[in-house]
């Protein structure tokens, strides 16, 4: 167990990104009011602030900023201090343009919107550095400062950049990767085209080519910035580090599922995990990808709690059209991030602005004032909060992990696959659903990790694998974990060069079977499955493969097409208990989650309470207190039998053998702490 996320702050963090600079100083006072009145206790200052704080080129302007901090310590509101660095000012650009990002065709971005920095650019790094340095003397031992924040969704319009600049670092990046010339031709297949490379002053970054740029140049391009962004980020860590107390930890806000970025390499750099979310209202399923990076957050921080830094109260600006929320799901859906392990519900931004690219993106308090719908509602989450402050802290069990390879997402989509349908987030979304719909707590895991603690690890879509990640997955099929691979997996190496001798080379042996060829559907076509488990009516799209079965059970075969007959779903029973499954396809979503039920239950994996369907529950524990949370998603009052009787904090009563969830809300029951054995089955 941990104690919480913010040492400084007690109980679970509520509020957002607060700009007092671009309002009259007038105002601060009234925002620290209703701040109060909204149960705020945490707002992220200072993120966009770089021009207000450093008009010009070494001329500093602070006083406005101490005097906010000051205002945040008296009126009790704690403060995430950004370094300022997110997004340089118009001078930066305009004295030194080459500290702009230039596009794969050459075009260089221009200053005036955000974020339009080279990140291996040394000038951009310099006065970053400088200007972090002094924010951070500055504000080191602020009583107001209980958390840093570092830059602002990295990578999140400019990940990458193809300048000269650029193309210096990344060849300084691949000659600590691969040593030789020779050891980079190998791995980038260069004899391919005749693209072999005769110094090292040729090598550049994947530019617009006339057609597919090398795929290995491509993937380390992927690699090398991300690495180069995070290590913008580490340096304003360090920096941060050796001036201010560990009790005020550091962040940079993640953005979910965010490609460009290979976060299991940035978590472990952060003291803390926050994040961004702003579901899609046009997507019907957002709730379900919600729990989803949500898991993916927490399993990121290795399980300690983390924060959600910001979504919106309401409509955001930046899709094609942008509805309010609907009534009640701010509530909702913050407290399903809680649910999920978030000790902090955080907005963009406090006060909705009135000019600039987001004036019509909400805001905690909306344009139209307090006497709003959408302050009502943000007013009753930070009663719900404060209620919820026991929680802080407390962990989650999951028995099941998905894994989840940046690299093998980023090879997974390059040009030149099979076929461009297959993605990565699609595969898991798929996958996770099932289990989300039946209560089942899933961590998310890199499959280099050890991954012996799990009864069950799937691997959804695994295009790439090291030797040393399938070597882990099989050490947990060995100490006795039901492993299931998914299609087109373990197909290549880090190189992206394909695993010979029938695929999925690495897990041939475990699973019992190989794959001849593989069938990629064109789009908009099925095939039938069929097996003694399943309805005649089971269908896979998008993907089937010619699979052999040497030493498996066939669970379903393909009945139709060129494969009829052939297996399309495999079992083998593992010498150390478990089982090893091949799902060749991806089957509909009826057949998925029967397939995955049965893979889990059989198992033994443990679900946090039976659940209705549309219910969501998970289970939050403390070392003294299991944390029940039931969350309706549906349009009737749904019934959860509960195990043990305990306290509901939303409506501080007694919950006894059945908790009535309405629709639409949430039940959190607090009970004394069961051992991990007596979960539901
Ligand atoms: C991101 C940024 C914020 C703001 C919001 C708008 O999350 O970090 O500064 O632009 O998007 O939704």
Known sequence: MTGPVLPRLAGLAYGGDWNP?????SCWPEDLALMSEAGVNLVTVGVFSWAALEPEPDRFTFEWLDRVLDLCAEAGVAVDLATATASPPPWLGHRWPETLPVTDQGVRLSYGARQQYCPSSPIFRHRALALAERVVTRYAEHPAVVLW????????????????????????????????????????????????????????????????????QQLDFRRFSSDELLSLFTAERDLIRSHTTADRPITTNFMRMFKDADYWRWAAEEDVVSDDWYPDLADPDSAIEGALGADLMRSLGGGRPWLLMEQAVSAINWRSVNPPKPSGA???????????????????????????????????????????????????LGRDLAALAPVAGARSQADVAILLDWESWWALELDSRPSNLIRQ?????????????HGVAVDFAHPEHDLTGYLVVLAPQLYLVSDEGAASVIAAADAGATVVIGCFSGAVDPDDQVRPGGYPAPFRDLLGIWVEEYAPLLPGSAVALCGPDQAADASATLWTESVHAVDAEVVLSYGSGDLGG???????????????????????????????QRMVS????????????????TLRSTTETDYLFMLNHGVTESA???????????????????????????RIVASPRRSPAEGAP
Request: with cysteine.
């Open 425 to 437: 987030k699609d595969f898991l979304l798929a996958w996770y659903q099932p289990l989300w719909e």
């Open 149 to 216: 924040h570092v830059g602002n969704e990295y990578g999140a319009h400019t990940a990458f950049c193809w300048c000269d600049v650029s193309a210096t670092a990344f060849r300084e990046w691949l000659r600590e990767r691969y040593g030789t010339l020779e050891e980079l031709n190998r791995a980038w297949a260069t004899s391919f085209w005749s693209q072999a490379y005769s110094a090292w002053s040729e090598v550049i970054p994947p530019r617009r080519t006339p057609y597919f740029p090398n795929p290995t």
């Open 640 to 666: 959860v039998p509960l195990a043990v009787p305990g306290r509901e904090l939303m409506t501080d009563s007694t919950a006894h053998a059945v908790v009535l969830v309405p629709p639409g809300d949430v």
């Open 330 to 380: 701010y509530r909702l859906w913050s407290l399903q991030q809680v649910a999920h392990g978030a000790d902090g519900v955080l907005q963009f931004q406090w006060r909705a602005a009135l000019g600039g690219a987001e004036k019509w993106h909400s805001g905690m308090l909306p344009h139209a004032g307090p006497r709003t719908r959408s302050w009502e509602e943000v007013v009753r």
């Open 566 to 596: 052939q297996p399309a779903v495999t079992r083998r029973s593992l010498p150390g208990g478990g089982g090893g499954w091949y799902v060749s396809c991806l089957p509909d979503p009826a057949t998925l989650a029967t397939l995955l």
């Open 21 to 25: 600079e671009q309002w009259p100083e």
């Open 602 to 617: 059989e198992a033994g994996a443990r679900r946090a309470a039976e659940v209705p369907l549309g219910v969501e529950v």
